[in-house]
């Protein structure tokens, strides 16, 4: 099984071109990094992982700057957002972003894509709550189309793009992308639509919810298999082996948004796991 990691990295924490060195050197696959533009202080919205929200959140770093660091000084290490709240941007400079840090780091790229739990700040961009998942659905289809090997153009319900010239690609067509959210048949139906898997936060319950994934997935005509990563995961040995025992092959092992030595010391206890 691979091991990654995740890390709310901000201006208080272990700096990424550390991070990344470390972790390819301790064997580690890969780094997935989350993202918030901002926190409004009044904020009606209750944080899903409960209250007060740690102090992390509002002061992450951007993640793909971030990224194009790690990816700079490293060879192997996959990269990946966990999540990219695509709602949130400009489709157009997003699909830029995503396949230049694909290009430049030879195709090392997951894009880990999310609907947001944050009603003020999503709505500081613009973004209606309640057609959120379409928009999401609509920026996805509207990057492909920028991703695509000859100039396609596309018209969606909330954005369009005429057929272009929008190097670099990324190196496979499209990066991979993986969904987040809670399980359920609206969100297995947008995965089989529009992704390559599921990243499930905390890995729960995926053994009831995996059988729906698949015939999701088999209904939308989808040969292969989805993909399926746990996500933010705090690791014990019996909880690993259930996820191969699930058949699968990534897990994403979440560090402390620490200084340095606090990280590297949690890099040494999820040693026994690689």
């Keep these: 099984m691979r091991i990654a990691t995740t890390i709310f990295l ?3 924490t272990i700096r990424p ?20 533009t901002h926190i409004p202080v009044s904020r009606d919205t209750p944080a899903p992982m409960g209250e007060p929200l740690p102090r992390a959140y509002g002061r992450t770093l951007d993640a793909f700057v971030a990224l194009g660091q790690a990816a700079a000084v490293t060879e192997r290490l996959r990269l990946g957002t966990g999540i990219t709240l695509v709602a949130q941007h400009d489709p157009i400079g997003l699909a830029k972003q995503i396949a230049t840090l694909d290009h430049l780091s030879g195709g090392r790229f997951t894009l880990g894509v999310g609907h947001g739990w944050n009603v003020e700040e999503a709505a500081d961009h613009g973004v209606e709550w309640a057609t959120r998942r379409a928009l999401v659905s609509d920026h996805l ?3 492909r189309a920028l991703w695509a090997g000859e100039p396609t153009g596309y018209e969606g319900r909330f954005g369009s793009v005429r057929a272009s010239f929008a190097h670099p690609k990324p190196v496979g067509g499209a990066p991979r992308i993986l969904l987040g959210g809670a399980a359920g048949p609206g969100l297995f139906a947008q995965i089989a639509a529009a992704a390559d898997g599921w990243l499930p936060v905390g890995g729960r319950g995926l053994t009831e919810a995996l059988p729906a994934l698949r015939r999701a997935w088999a209904e939308a005509g989808r040969a292969d298999a989805p993909q399926v990563v746990p996500y933010a995961v ?3 040995p019996g909880k690993l082996a259930h996820y191969q025992e699930l058949g699968l092959t990534e897990v ?3 560090l402390p948004a620490a200084n340095e030595a606090e990280v590297l010391r949690t890099l040494d206890d999820y040693a026994q796991f690689l």
């Excluded at 071109?17 to 918030?36: I, S």
């Design 141 to 143: 289809a509207l990057m």
């Design 234 to 236: 705090r690791p014990t």
């Design 17 to 36: 071109v550390r991070l990344a060195h470390e972790l390819e050197q301790r064997g580690f696959d890969g780094l997935y990094l989350p993202e918030h």
């Design 252 to 254: 994403v092992l979440q």
């Design 10 to 12: 901000t201006d208080e």
